[in-house]
């Protein structure tokens, strides 16, 4: 069965850097754009930045010029480099397919961005 784990979450203090990786077992990431998404207390999960498989990239406005997003197409990971964390970049983070499939949800890593 396909599986997605997540990690590298942490608590960091505002203006900390985090690295973020997620493999994924099997091919699943193979010929896909791959995307990191969070979901922040009380609100519902949201797209953070994607990359397709001709390495284009694409980022929130909320993160842009912040986090970077990379894949290693034979290892099948996705990273996420995030410098300059803000305090509302706290939620939990999570990698899947774009658009997403259902089945891959994992569970997620946790970031926490407070002093």
């Known amino acids: 069965q396909a599986q997605i784990v997540e990690s590298g979450g942490d608590l960091v203090q505002p203006g900390g850097s985090l690295r973020l990786s997620c493999v994924a077992s099997?091919?699943?990431?193979?010929?896909?754009?791959l995307g990191w998404y969070r979901q922040a207390p009380g609100q519902q999960r949201a797209s953070v930045a994607w990359?397709?498989?001709?390495?284009?990239?694409w980022y929130a406005d909320s993160v842009r010029g912040r986090f970077t997003i990379s894949r290693d197409t034979q290892k099948n990971t996705v990273d996420l480099q995030m410098n300059d964390l803000k305090p509302e970049d706290t939620a939990i983070y999570y990698c899947?397919?774009?658009?997403?499939?259902?089945?891959?949800w994992g569970q997620g890593t946790e970031v926490t961005v407070s002093s």
């Open positions: 099997g091919s699943i990431f193979g010929g896909r754009t």
């Open positions: 990359i397709m498989i001709d390495s284009r990239t």
């Open positions: 899947n397919a774009k658009p997403p499939i259902p089945a891959l």
